[in-house]
């Protein structure tokens, strides 16, 4: 087996309160981070842009920095980390056009940048929300998110507005709840299925995996109990199996 190198390296002053999100594009070239002060940097061949990004120099000595480790540049900073800006908790490269990466945060902003103009394309604010989880169809027509309020929301890649929400049950309005029905606590996981385009999954802190399509208005078409899950851990392998991470462990 060939040694293992280092191909990044993340060196973080105290202003950007830590790394809450990671996400690889398709092709393994482009890696996208949010930082815990708001802060959104993408490494790679220029950070998916024509040109490569600024010069250490040019950057402030606390900001965060995605290094290549083989040029030393840096990738360039989509959104300047900076306070009262909350963390940015999910991250989201679009499956055919890697030019695009969505991003969202805590604040319940869900923010579309386009890698080579190096600014953001559209945003959208989910009110109240939190927002843990959020990925692209197939073929990057929709995109979805999941947070706090467990409620699933499909938007228009094209258009960035709302096309459905699936609904969590509403306990304090007498709701009825079945394993089928949405999730019951909060989802830190969402996933499309790689092949087939109406599919995907999430799952959280209700211990459950919940498989969704996106042409249903309501009702989950199966669930696999078990796995509480505290973090961006669904993903799906050929021949439909599910591989779970990010499980809690007591």
Known sequence: MAAAAVARRVPLGREAHGVYSLCFGASGAQLAAGFGDGAVQVAGPGGGRSKPGPPLHELTPLSPQLVDAGTGAPGPCLRPGRRPRQAVTALGF?????????????????????????????????????????????DGSAFATAGKDRHIRLYDSHTHQLVHVVRAPDFMAGDEFTPFSGHSRRIFALRFHPSELHLFLTGGWDNSVKVWDKRVPKGAQSVINGPHICGPGIDIKVKHQVQVTSKHQL
């Open 94 to 138: 679009h499956r055919a056009k890697p030019g695009l990466l969505l991003a969202a945060g805590a604040d319940g902003v869900v923010v579309l940048y386009d890698l080579r103009a190096g600014s953001a394309a559209a945003s959208l604010t989910e009110e109240e929300n939190e927002i843990h989880a959020l990925d692209f169809c197939r």
